[in-house]
């Protein structure tokens, strides 16, 4: 029997003793080691990992032997206590050391190793791989990771060059573990045995490990002399002929620090770089030919003296920032590496560290930027010096160097802003500084800060949405104060970040001036991107419609709401509550009252409940207009045929010369329809534009006119013709009522009359019969029904049409003594009554006067005022015999010559109006269908 078989039983018997327990004594269930001991004492025992398979055999006799030896497993794994998956879950959580090592944890977190570990870096440390596992021993007993003479090998395994961590991330200090072991505090701790010596924890901390960068570290510049004073005591009075002990800590970088004159892993007595002069460094370095090659590139290595004279580092030797270089060597500068500018600028190193950039660079990203791309290498400026790159004015161009299409920026890492130094170019803040130079406008550093520069999605960033009012406000004071107040406050939203911040309404980068078209185009889509509903109905308004056909000036929600206060209509400072609402209107209807105010403004007909009114004033106009169009249309449909029969019958004979023509339309009459066909066809145009305002078609007529204020110009202009033929009209009949000394009763109710009778009835139902071929055409009269539902229909719609649309024209007049949400109704009723006489006039209309096959393509009768006898008499039978019977007739003949430029005169005005109507129903009828859709 081989080893496997033995392996194989030891594990089925214990999986039945484990077992046998576990339902003899359900409620002792993992309490001690020996418990899971039983399991886990079994050397081939493995759990089934993400990528592999994990031993989680534990070697109970070396468990024994660690420092832990006395501490139960469930202490460390407190899942493995009474659970419902018993003996424990099969994916346990990692071990929280901090449970007992609560110092040494927080510490640990705070430290660089553990926010590493916290973003689940790659090779971050963790507790055991510094301790061990079940092994921990004393950090005095010699077998110990831990123990002194054992730390340098472990830091070693991460800090060495070559090792995974150093390829990963660009750490300034190379070849650290070679350098220690040979200084003078390796040599002695390997060479001489002292384990008195300085070793990485002495120095760095065991768990609180910073970078140098940060002034918290122990090996800032702020702290390395505490550091170094733990072991060399009295060493500030040993340097008191180079140190001045005043300024020692309260001024790091102007007076040499520990690590200035004695680099940090390679301490010697003898390496004390003082003694290597300017002078020695520029005998090879001022030479124009001196360089060295990187891979395929060859990077120059000369240094300008002028440069170094006229650098803000003018009183800085070279070695001060070149602290690495070996006075040991004939070449000094072998060893040198990159500059570390934290030597002198902690602080702002230190920010820089933690930032966007700083991350990125520690990374090993080559796109991310160090101190020297921006400042420049030896010939540094101030920030006040116009030449500096770090100038004000040149803030733009260098952020720009990566930040703009294909550059560095964007090569590595993934923004939001692909192009941004193009956008702030073409804001208000970019042209204010780059074309106009004005400094006072905001720049990148302004937004994002110099150093600690952030993605917006991180808390701390100064773009951050919630820190984003307090970063505008440092400019535009008086607009966050007034905006930290107001309903949208996103720096008063405790549960959501769910409110508008300065960037979502102007923009991050493409910022535009708040009075110039482009801005003035997107506030209402801006503020739909969260008040949609609202949104919607204001574009069904008057102010809608007139901003959706490129009318900055009508009223846009920051008009009544207010910019940057905006507050809900119960709060007794909004600017839209029952204390402010006059006033507001008033900005722009100066005779606005209370009544006025109760027009509603962003009230919709689909909402029955909350507006009925609206709601069933839509639906009766809406029935209207199916009833009328569904009745006519079939109408049209039954005649169509037998007009085509009656046009085959008739040979149409153009007359040469002079003929014999009836008179059917006085001078008078005529002269009213071309004012109505002009007045009407000026309406029509001008207002289903505005109704229509969301097609790209009316905004593309809007602008062939001229703009909204021009058409609103012409169909006001229409309005007045309109009404001016109206009342003439109403003259004309009294004047014709005189003139014929009848009654008003006779007048209206009389056969001639154009109002309805009892013949109209007989005649409909005579035309029915005809259209389904059980009768023949009907002999009518001087007016047939439907010459009297057109008429009817203009008096109607004028009268309808007219009065809404008054209501609409001086809302601020008809408010003193109605209802403001009276306009809203008049406005359903002006618009729906409105697309009625255009759809039924351009249709309906048109087709029993021009485009009936008898007559096709035009009528000229309207124009000429007068018809061919022959036509007339098989036209109008009956009125033709009444006149003859009456003696009449030869009154109303006339023999006469229509010449051929005036027939021609007359066709060319009326196709071209007949082309407008017809191409109005077109994109009326396109526009319905797109809304269907």
């Known amino acids: 029997m081989d080893d496997s078989y033995l392996v194989k039983a030891k594990g089925f018997i214990g999986c039945f003793v484990f077992l046998l327990f576990f339902f003899s004594s359900p409620h002792l269930i993992a309490q001690d080691d020996e418990t899971c001991m039983m399991c886990h004492d079994d050397p081939y025992i493995v759990r089934e990992g993400k990528a592999k398979k994990q031993s989680v055999w534990v070697d109970y006799p070396l468990l024994l032997k660690s420092i832990h030896k006395d501490v139960t497993c469930i202490s460390c794994h407190p899942e493995a206590a009474v659970g419902d998956d018993w003996p424990h879950p099969s994916i346990m959580k990692p071990v929280d050391c901090g449970i007992c090592h609560e110092e040494a944890m927080a510490k640990f977190k705070e430290g660089i190793h553990g926010k590493a570990l916290a973003k689940k870096a790659r090779y971050a440390p963790d507790c055991r791989e510094c301790h061990g596992w079940h092994d921990i021993l004393s950090h005095s007993n010699p077998d110990s990771r831990t123990y002194k003479m054992n730390i340098p090998i472990l830091c070693g395994r991460c800090h060495r060059e070559g090792a995974p961590v150093a390829r990963t991330y660009k750490i300034t200090e190379h070849n650290i573990l070679e350098n220690y072991s040979q200084g003078i505090h390796g040599k002695g701790l390997y060479k001489s045995g002292l384990i008195v010596t300085a070793t990485c924890n002495n120095c760095h901390g065991n768990h609180l490990i910073l970078p140098h960068t940060n002034r918290h570290s122990s090996i800032s510049l702020n702290n390395i002399a ?5 072991c060399h005591a009295r060493i500030e009075q040993v340097h008191t002929k180079v140190i001045n002990e005043q300024q020692w800590e309260k001024k790091p970088g102007a007076i040499p620090a520990c690590t200035d004159c004695h680099p940090p892993h390679v301490v010697n007595i003898q390496n004390i770089l003082e003694t290597i002069s300017d002078r020695s460094c520029l005998v ?7 360089h060295k090659v990187v891979g395929l590139d060859t990077i120059p290595l000369q240094v300008d003296v002028n440069f170094l004279t006229s650098s803000a580092h003018n009183n800085i030797t070279c070695v001060k920032c070149h602290s690495d270089v070996s006075a040991r060597k004939k070449r000094p500068c072998e060893t040198a590496g990159k500059v570390d500018c934290s030597s002198c600028h902690a602080e702002i190193s230190e920010i820089y560290t933690i930032s966007g950039h700083g991350v990125a660079h520690l990374e090993g990203k080559e796109s991310a930027p160090y101190c020297t791309d921006c400042h420049g290498k030896h010939l540094i400026k101030t920030k006040k010096d116009e030449t500096s790159p770090v100038y004000r004015l040149s803030i733009p161009t ?4 990566c930040h703009r299409e294909n550059g560095r920026a964007i090569q590595q890492t993934t923004l939001k802003e692909v192009d941004a130094y193009h956008d702030y170019s073409l804001s208000v803040h970019g042209k204010g500084m780059i074309k106009k130079g004005l400094l006072s406008s905001a720049v990148c550093t302004d937004c994002h800060t110099t150093h600690f520069v952030l993605k917006d999605s991180d808390k701390r960033s100064s773009v951050y949405p919630k820190n984003i009012p307090a970063t505008c406000g440092t400019c535009h004071r008086g607009i966050y104060n007034t905006y930290i107040k107001s309903d949208h406050s996103i720096v008063n939203d405790k549960e959501k970040e769910k409110y508008p911040t300065c960037t979502v309404c102007h923009s991050a980068h493409l910022i535009t001036e ?4 482009k801005f003035m185009h997107e506030i209402t889509h801006q503020c739909g991107l969260c008040h949609k509903r609202l949104s919607d109905t204001y574009m069904e308004t008057y102010h809608g419609k007139a901003y959706q056909l490129g009318y900055l000036q009508a009223a846009r929600c920051s008009d009544c709401h207010g910019a940057h206060s905006d507050m809900n209509v119960k709060h007794p400072n909004s600017a839209v509550g029952y204390n402010n609402i006059v006033a507001t209107c008033q900005k722009c209807h100066e005779d606005a009252n209370m009544g006025f105010t109760g027009f509603l403004t962003h009230a919709t007909h689909n909402n029955r409940d909350k507006y ?5 004033t839509f639906w009766s106009m809406s029935s209207l207009l199916i009833f009328v169009f569904g009745f006519f249309g079939l109408h049209t449909l039954l005649w169509l045929p037998q007009s085509l029969r009656e046009r085959r019958k008739r040979k149409l004979h153009k007359p040469k010369g002079k003929a014999v023509y009836i008179r059917r339309f006085t001078d008078s009459q005529r002269y009213t329809h071309i004012f109505v066909i002009l007045s009407f066809v000026v309406l029509a145009l001008t207002g289903m534009m505005l109704k229509f305002a969301n097609m790209q078609w009316a905004r593309y007529l809007v602008d062939l006119l001229g703009g909204v204020e021009t058409a609103g110009i012409l169909h006001r202009m229409g309005a007045v013709v309109t009404f001016s033929y109206f009342v003439y009209h109403l003259y004309s009949l009294v004047q014709n009522k005189r003139q014929r000394g009848l009654k008003w009763s006779a007048f209206i109710f009389g056969r001639h009359s154009l109002m309805f009778n009892g013949q109209d009835l007989k005649d409909f139902w005579a035309s029915l019969k005809w259209f389904v071929g059980k009768g023949k055409r009907p002999e009518y009269g001087r007016w047939t029904y439907w010459e009297k539902f057109d008429y009817f229909a203009v008096f109607w719609g004028v009268a309808i049409i007219g009065f809404t649309g008054l209501m609409l024209w ?18 359903i009723i002006h618009s729906d009554e409105a697309l009625l006489a255009v759809g039924f006039i351009f249709t309906i209309h048109f087709f029993n ?3 009936r096959p008898e007559s096709f393509p035009m009528d000229t009768v309207i124009f000429t005022g007068h018809v061919l006898l022959d036509e007339y008499k098989n036209d109008r039978p009956r009125d033709y015999q009444e006149l003859k019977d009456s003696g009449k007739l030869d009154e109303q003949l006339v023999e006469m010559e229509i010449t051929k430029e005036r027939r021609l005169s007359v066709k060319l005005f009326g196709f071209f109006f007949l082309f407008l109507g017809f191409l109005l129903i077109s994109l009326i009828i396109y526009s319905l269908l797109l809304g269907v859709k």
Not at 226 to 230: I, L, N, S
Not at 284 to 290: A, F, G, Q, T, V
Not at 398 to 401: E, I, K, V
Not at 514 to 517: A, L, V
């Open 284 to 290: 090879c370095h001022e030479k124009k030919e001196i």
């Open 849 to 851: 006067t021009h485009f």
């Open 810 to 827: 001086f809302p601020e007049v008809f408010t003193k003594f109605l209802p403001g949400w009276l306009i809203n109704v008049a406005q």
């Open 398 to 401: 260098l952020c720009g160097g």
């Open 612 to 616: 009925p009114v609206l709601y069933y």
């Open 226 to 230: 505490a550091t170094c004073m733990k």
């Open 514 to 517: 708040i009075d110039k078209d």
